[in-house]
């Protein structure tokens, strides 16, 4: 602001001054000591200023996408899933052959599928197939007993052309289940805050059960072997993996591999630490496992699946890179952004918790170009919330903002695959409950895997008036990503493009969309919580419709809503949506 006061360039003295001249100067003074004592007391609101003819104040945000060439393509599979091994423990396994799972996951389809976490390292292959049988008694595993068999007598095959079994489980089998589920889940929490895991034996019918909701889901399993059985010398013990390699390989069962889960916590889940050079031998030692085995021999492999990028961890990827860096077909390690257990809703619209990621992606992407410049980096068992998650916060539609913006960010940066963990069953970061409802995650992934292609857009937006101040780290409120829209969906025609915003501002937003992207049609596809809990609810609707399966057990149809052509969006506050810019004519995203 300007306050301009027109003094005398000449005054001699005051006596010879026009007293016309003396008043304006008393009033100009008089002005500037009110308005320092106003600021002084905290009195900062705008004075009404008479704008000028033909000046108007920015309302809007200008939006543009460039369109000729992609910044990024990441894995048709980016966006990919994750079972965590306690589904034995718990028993959910057994049900992974239920239609509704199956449905749901083919949702998220083509994906991969990734059986790994804390317990996979005391997971051991036993080839038996049904051991409550073996034991020739009830045993500690009589509820699996008397219900597995019903299951397989209820497995009904309904894709013929592909094998799926998949089950219509009676309602009473399923509240059994959840009770046993709901015990055995304070055993797991014990184990996970104690860090003392008891071992957990998968049979080869599990293998089977497990490879059966993959190959039916349209998902390609990674399996993560057990790293922790050693030998005296510290080398990997393969023998159990062996077993394991001979039988999947029998079945014809297409699998690509890895090899433990964040070795950097050996020493305090074992007592016994492996470093990364020593790793790095032990991924060779897998390598040479897999290529006799004709259909394995060009398997994938995937690891070292560190943690946190901290100054030890970054020294075991380092060890393991200058080894087993050629080894691997892609860089694996894990994100989490929350200490589940003082986590609070607003935490998840911190923009400083948002940005934690990018800090850490250089980290990994530093070491990794260091030895193997180019090689494809995953971000593998990605959570909101640590310690299993927070009940009705990591499973609430304030959860997907961090998710939303994971998506965009690692895209935006060069990471190939990131994988949810979970799925299904561990904690309450999971996408799909234990009643087999989906939560607000799960549609916001069914919503980017539909809309979403691989083919990264950059984004030029103007109007936010940034402006830098000396020690303050400007932090987005409003995050605008752009891709190519999904090949695959056949409502829209190559060229078109897909916007997907979120608004942590507590008002709503316009943004007006500029160059290539101006007076085209727009679809828009609006998530907001459904029902009184607000940001903690975990139902949502589309454009004010709420989202739920269909009776028949099927997924419901994504219906936009239209926007006429040169309309401004309108971001409602707190929330996120995704904006198709048809027939865009964008050349990047004409061909594959």
């Known amino acids: 602001m300007r306050v301009l ?22 009033l100009c003074l008089a002005f500037l000591l009110h308005l320092s004592l106003s600021f002084q007391a905290g009195d900062r609101r705008p004075l009404p200023v008479d704008r ?20 990024r393509t990441v894995n048709e599979n980016f966006l990919s899933l994750q079972l965590d091994p306690s589904i034995i423990h718990d028993g959910w396994l057994d049900f992974l052959s239920s239609k509704r799972l199956v449905t749901l996951a083919r949702g998220l389809s083509p994906a991969f599928l990734r059986f790994g976490g804390k317990r996979t390292d005391f997971l051991q292959f036993q080839n038996l197939r049904n051991p409550a049988k073996s034991r020739g008694g009830p045993g500690p595993d009589y509820y699996l007993k ?39 889940h304070l055993v797991l929490l014990k184990e996970q805050f104690s860090n003392t895991y008891s071992n957990l034996i998968l049979t080869a019918r ?31 013990n393969s023998s159990s993996a062996l077993s394991l390699l001979k039988y999947s390989a029998s079945k014809k069962y297409n699998i690509s591999w890895e090899l433990g889960n964040e070795p950097n916590n050996y020493r305090s889940m074992h007592g016994r630490a492996v470093n990364g050079s020593q790793l790095g031998k032990d991924y060779i030692q897998l390598k040479r496992l897999l290529q006799p085995i004709r259909i394995y021999s060009r398997a994938s492999l995937y690891g070292p699946n560190i943690g946190r990028p901290r100054k030890n961890v970054i020294a075991l990827l380092d060890g393991f890179m200058k080894v087993a860096g050629s080894t691997v077909d892609a860089v694996t390690w894990q994100h989490c952004y929350i200490d589940g257990r003082v986590v609070k809703v607003m935490d998840f619209l911190k923009t400083r918790l948002l940005d934690t990621l ?83 995650d799960y549609w916001l992934s069914l919503l980017y895997k539909r809309l979403i292609g691989p083919k990264v857009l950059a984004v030029h937006v103007a109007g936010l008036q940034r402006k830098p101040r000396p020690g303050r780290v400007i932090r987005d409120k409003l995050r605008i990503y752009a891709h190519c829209t999904n090949h695959h969906n056949h409502n829209y025609v190559r060229g078109s493009i897909t ?48 989202l739920m399966m269909v009776d028949d057990g099927t997924l419901p149809e994504l219906k936009p809503r239209p926007l006429r052509a040169g309309r401004t969006l309108v971001i409602p506050p707190v929330t996120m949506g995704f904006y198709v810019v048809k027939n865009a004519n964008a050349l990047a995203c004409r061909y594959r």
């Open 5 to 26: 006061c027109a003094f005398p360039e000449a005054m001699s003295s005051s006596s010879s001054c026009p007293p016309s001249y003396l008043a304006l100067v008393a």
């Open 52 to 71: 000028a003819t033909g000046l108007k104040e920015k309302t809007l945000i200008l939006l543009d996408v460039s369109t000729k060439n992609p910044v």
């Open 499 to 546: 916007l997907f915003i979120i608004n942590l501002h507590r008002s709503r937003k316009k943004i007006k969309l500029a160059g290539t992207l101006r007076d085209k049609l727009v679809h828009q596809y609006l998530l907001q919580p459904y029902g009184q809990e607000g940001l903690k609810s975990k139902s949502v609707q589309l454009n004010g419709q709420p």
């Open 358 to 440: 990018s800090d850490q992606i250089r980290k990994i992407q530093k070491v990794v170009n260091t030895y193997t410049p180019g090689k494809k980096i995953w971000l593998e068992g990605v959570v909101t919330t640590s310690a299993g998650g927070t009940n009705n916060l990591s499973d609430s539609y304030a959860a997907g903002f961090l998710w939303l913006n994971t998506l965009g960010m690692l895209a935006n940066q060069g990471i190939d695959v990131v994988i949810r963990h979970s799925f299904f069953d561990h904690g309450y970061n999971h996408l799909v409950d234990q009643n087999f409802n989906p939560l607000p």
């Open 146 to 184: 008397n219900y597995e068999d019903d299951i397989v007598r209820s497995d009904v095959a309904l894709d013929k052309q592909k094998g799926c079994k998949i089950a219509q489980h009676p309602d009473i089998m399923l509240e059994l289940q959840r009770e046993k589920a709901a015990q055995m």
């Open 206 to 236: 599990s293998l089977d059960k497990l490879y059966n909701f993959a190959d039916c889901s349209g998902l390609h399993l990674i399996f993560a072997l057990n790293a922790l059985r050693r030998n005296p010398n510290n080398s990997w």
